[in-house]
Structures are given as C-alpha cells and as structure tokens.
C-alpha cells in the first residue's frame, strides 16, 4: 500500500469513527474541503467540515476501488446512511472522490456525483 493510499483509506476511517483529532493529523495545514456546501479551508475549518451533528441519519463510507496517479487519489466511495436511533438504513449513494496530496497529507478533497467528471478532473 503506497503512503498517499494509506493516507486517503484513514482519511475515510478516522472520518467514519469521528475520531477528528486523527483525521486533521492527516490533513495538510492548508488542506482545501469542496464540500456540498462550499469550500473550506484548513485543519480548523476541515474538523467542523467533518464533525457530525447527532440524531438523524449519519453516514459510514466505504471504498469500492481506487486508483492513484503521483499526487492524486481517486477513489469509488458508497456511503450508507442510517438513522441514528435504531441504525436501520435510509439509503445508499455511490460517489467518486478526487484527493489531492502534498507530501503524504491530503491537500484537497472534492466528491463527484459523475464519474465521467471525477476521471476527467482527476486527468488534468
């Protein structure tokens, strides 16, 4: 497993775990989140990105395949959500996420809805 994989599969699981001290460990001090509700920017920004709200639904991710080209993730990601009270499930999406890395700390995350744009992006 190369360092940027490993890095991007604790990114996922640090996240997964709420474990938030870990996952901004992993980040790169000016690490960029395009999020579904804008850009944020840097570690501080990156935890309140990453810390769930209680009750509802909450999501657990998981990877279904990756590749990885010098400084660039990509990774096939579903995430399940369940509901919090009673874990059952409330629906699955699939989604392909393009990391970007900077000496082996994740520098940029931004998820695609279209594979065919995450490939085209993850090319450049």
Partial sequence: MTQNEKAVREFIST??????????QLLDPEV????MRGLKKGREQARSWATKKPGGVQQTVSIDSFQE???????????EWRWEEGNELAY????VWL?????GLIASWQPFHDPEEAKAAFSV
């Fill in 99 to 103: 990391f970007e890395m900077k000496n």
């Fill in 15 to 24: 996240f997964n775990r709420s474990e938030l001290d870990s996952f901004v």
């Fill in 69 to 79: 080209a010098k400084d660039r993730v990509l990774a096939r990601v579903k995430r």
């Fill in 32 to 35: 960029e989140i395009h999020g």
């Fill in 92 to 95: 699955v999406d699939e989604l």
